[in-house]
């Protein structure tokens, strides 16, 4: 499907501004009920009494619902009416003023109103209420009704017909999930081409390899950004995989996943509904119980997120290292310049595009761990650490997909090669006695390493003046494909000492 912008309130704007609840006297209130009693609400309020209990119950992190969670709520509240109107179980007309609300909702009409701190009561209770309410007094008020009567439509009774918390919240994770895949794909697909551009580009430069840190083996810089197009193609093909038991719904299985209070051609509608709205190919679980219980689609979508992240900041360090300098390190790339670097030292110049992805990618491995002990965290029936699964995963991928977009458009595409400075370290790399082992043999190669090491001459030079191989024969040996490719380079025409 081709994914819009998603309208709903994000987490990067977020500073929970709902505020608390009215003490009389200066804002406007209404009096809603619920059954722990009278509470009372602003007036002006879409969300209802038991949204209030919750913005006052969880005043956490300051935090709101991703808006894919609540975009995926809304087309979940939409189905379920559409499914419910052609049950006949609930009428045309109420069913038809809950999707008009929820399609006012899905434009961005309502985003204030979506407002329960991601760490709340467990299963995400009070998110599913506060996403019923707002649509339950927006159907009163088109109906002609005022909000807060629900004398119309009944957040329970109407908007949550035929569901619970436990089928819809799953449900709402699955579908956000594969919303905010759709968006970071093309960001990796980005980068991935960047990547592999920039490997066709300095393809022809050769330079010194290195492993432990140290001299190793020589490597075109074109192999090396090659490779990490290759790695972030694997995470992509990994993420891929985890679409399947996403597309996966146990909506229609109520509390526990037998389905009470819903029936089974409201399942098959629903599900069918839901897959017309988001053009996923979505399809009832096979075992609703199992599905209501289990959280394994999103411990394999962390996984693949956090396996995503340990890649990309590999990726970032390397950067790192091969741009160190301009004068003390490395400084075999150079990357673009997009903020001076210190407050103190003029003309200072840092990484500092992969420093944020190396930050980032911290982040989403550590909400892999949280993922991972909420997801062995469930008991019996129902996994109720639901809400800080779905808010790591969401949170990941979207900083994942805004980083990885500054590290192609910010960083990768403007790097430039310093090919003297590959040629140089090249030359004087011990790394080079490994090539010419084969030639000369281990035992010699070795002495011309240490000699390297101890007087400060190149591999090159030393070769050259103790007539180890002809001019000839070494440029053949070190030309930069074929020692760069399987195989032993130069090996058929060379000259050895004894040659000479």
């Known amino acids: 499907m081709e994914t819009e912008p998603i309208h709903t309130t994000g987490i990067l704007s977020q500073a929970a501004d709902t505020p608390p609840l009215p003490a009389g006297g200066g804002q406007a209130t209404r009096t809603e009920k619920d059954p722990l009693g009278t509470l009372q609400v602003p007036a002006e309020a879409y969300y209802g009494v038991q949204t209030a209990r919750a913005i006052y119950n969880f005043p956490i992190s300051g935090l709101r619902p991703h808006p894919a969670l609540v975009w995926a709520t809304l087309i979940i509240k939409s189905s379920a009416a559409t499914a419910n109107m052609e049950t006949g179980r609930l009428s045309r007309e109420t069913g038809e003023a809950i999707v008009q609300a929820a399609e006012e909702a899905l434009s961005g009409d309502f985003d204030d109103q979506f407002v329960i701190d991601p760490f709340q009561a467990g299963a995400g209770t009070s998110h599913n209420m506060n996403v019923n309410e707002v649509l339950a007094n927006r159907a009163e008020e088109i109906l002609g009704g005022v909000r807060g009567a629900y004398a119309k439509v009944n957040p329970n009774d109407h908007v949550n017909m035929a569901q619970s918390t436990n089928d819809v919240f799953p449900t709402a994770m699955r579908l956000s999930s594969l919303r905010m895949l759709d968006l970071l794909e093309p960001e990796l697909e ?36 090659e490779a990490y197009a290759a790695a972030v193609e694997k995470n992509m093909d990994s993420l891929r995989r985890c679409r399947d ?78 741009s160190s300098g301009p004068m003390t390190g490395l400084n075999e790339i150079n990357l673009p310049p997009v903020q001076p670097g210190s407050s103190i030292m003029p003309g200072k110049v840092n990484p500092v595009i992969p420093e944020m992805v190396d930050m980032v990618s911290f982040q989403v491995m550590g909400a892999d761990t949280t993922v991972t002990l909420a997801a062995q965290a469930g008991q019996l029936e129902l996994n109720v650490m639901m809400p800080v699964i779905i808010y790591n995963i969401l949170f990941s991928m979207e900083i994942l997909k805004n980083a990885v977009r500054k590290l192609a458009e910010s960083c990768i595409e403007g790097i430039t090669a310093n090919v003297a400075r590959c040629s140089a370290y090249l030359e004087s790399s011990v790394g080079m006695a490994t090539v010419l082992a084969p030639h000369i043999g281990y035992a010699a190669a070795a002495e011309i390493a240490k000699e390297s090491l101890r007087t400060g001459r190149s591999t090159k030079e030393i070769i050259l003046s103790r007539k180890f191989l002809s001019p000839e024969a070494l440029a053949e040996i070190i030309d930069p494909y074929p020692l760069t490719t399987p195989g032993v380079s130069g090996k058929r025409d060379t000259k050895t000492k004894e040659d000479v």
Not at 206 to 221: E, F, M, N, Y
Not at 299 to 310: D, E
């Open 245 to 322: 038991g996403l597309l996966e719904l146990g909506i229609g299985g109520t509390a526990v996943g037998t389905g009470l209070n819903a029936e089974e051609r409201y399942i098959r509608r629903v599900v069918e509904a839901i897959g017309s709205k988001t053009g996923f190919a979505v399809r009832s679980a096979t075992n609703l119980i199992e599905t209501t219980q289990n959280m394994d689609p999103f411990v394999a979508l962390s996984s693949g997120l956090k396996g995503l992240a340990v890649n990309l900041a590999r990726i970032a360090n390397d950067l790192r290292l091969l």
């Open 190 to 225: 980005r980068l991935k081409n960047v990547l592999r551009h920039k490997g066709t580009e300095f393809d022809g430069i050769l330079k010194s390899g290195r492993t432990h840190l140290q001299d190793a083996v020589p490597i075109r810089l074109g192999q090396e950004f």
